[in-house]
């Protein structure tokens, strides 16, 4: 499969790009990102782009991909209302949009989050929900993925310094956590699995809960 991959360098992206580049399953990786990546593999193509705004612009070169992972997003701690809707429900837009149009057939996998709706009193559940519902309505086969917590795996990490300290203090019971509240938390890696299990599904539902993430993420053996 051919992914496209957004958020690459985020707590979640990190953990996506890993399963990615360890797949069989995933042969190349487009990477659409503001910045270059800090690392280079054979799999992976970069494509710069400073304003998610404007993905129309490099509609082209979204072309012929089986499956968008969408892991950007804004951090759900200090971003105020109107930012966190720009990027969180306008920029998303902007990508899916022209996915969809160079890729009819394409699949376009969103991770929004536990509990998201668009009636909800609550900023962040509520632009999430919103979010979902835009994406529901494109001319293309959308899974909205709905983790709770995100932990990191091994060799990944936050790059926001409050959610590094809170991190380091969960790790130690972080598989505890995961195992025996699976519809509570998950971690970054697991999520890239369930994405890429789900990309390989026939007809994957269009929502997935955490507790569906955890069974679709299990690692490898």
């Given at each position: 499969?051919?992914?496209?991959?957004?958020?690459?360098?985020?707590?979640?992206?990190?953990?996506?790009?890993?399963?990615?580049?360890?797949?069989p399953?995933?042969?190349?990786?487009?990477?659409?990102?503001?910045?270059?990546?800090?690392?280079?593999?054979?799999?992976?193509?970069?494509?710069?782009?400073?304003?998610?705004?404007?993905?129309?612009?490099?509609?082209?070169?979204?072309?012929?991909?089986?499956?968008?992972?969408?892991?950007?997003?804004?951090?759900?701690?200090?971003?105020?209302?109107?930012?966190?809707?720009?990027?969180?429900?306008?920029?998303t837009?902007?990508?899916?949009?022209?996915?969809?149009?160079?890729?009819?057939?394409?699949?376009?996998?969103?991770?929004?989050?536990?509990?998201?709706?668009?009636?909800?009193?609550?900023?962040?559940?509520?632009?999430?929900?919103?979010?979902?519902?835009?994406?529901?309505?494109?001319?293309?086969?959308?899974?909205?993925?709905?983790?709770?917590?995100?932990l990191?795996?091994?060799?990944?990490?936050?790059?926001?310094?409050?959610?590094?300290?809170?991190?380091?203090?969960?790790?130690?019971?972080?598989?505890?956590?995961?195992k025996?509240?699976?519809g509570?938390?998950?971690?970054?890696?697991?999520?890239?699995?369930?994405?890429?299990?789900?990309?390989?599904?026939?007809?994957?539902?269009?929502?997935?809960?955490?507790?569906?993430i955890?069974?679709?993420?299990?690692?490898?053996t």
């Amino acid at each position: 499969m051919h992914i496209l991959l957004t958020g690459a360098t985020g707590l979640l992206g990190q953990g996506v790009l890993n399963a990615c580049l360890t797949s069989p399953d995933v042969t190349h990786i487009t990477v659409l990102a503001r910045r270059p990546l800090d690392r280079a593999d054979a799999k992976v193509n970069e494509v710069l782009l400073e304003d998610f705004s404007q993905a129309a612009s490099i509609q082209a070169q979204l072309a012929g991909i089986d499956a968008a992972f969408y892991c950007a997003g804004a951090p759900p701690i200090g971003t105020a209302e109107k930012e966190y809707r720009r990027v969180t429900f306008e920029l998303t837009l902007a990508v899916a949009r022209a996915y969809a149009a160079a890729n009819p057939q394409g699949r376009f996998f969103y991770i929004s989050g536990a509990n998201s709706d668009p009636e909800s009193r609550l900023m962040l559940l509520r632009i999430k929900g919103e979010t979902e519902d835009a994406l529901q309505r494109l001319p293309i086969t959308t899974v909205m993925l709905r983790p709770g917590g995100i932990l990191p795996e091994e060799g990944t990490h936050s790059p926001h310094g409050v959610m590094r300290m809170f991190h380091a203090l969960a790790s130690p019971l972080q598989g505890m956590i995961v195992k025996n509240v699976p519809g509570a938390a998950t971690t970054n890696g697991a999520i890239g699995r369930a994405m890429i299990s789900l990309a390989r599904s026939p007809s994957p539902p269009s929502i997935v809960e955490n507790r569906e993430i955890n069974q679709l993420g299990q690692p490898v053996t």
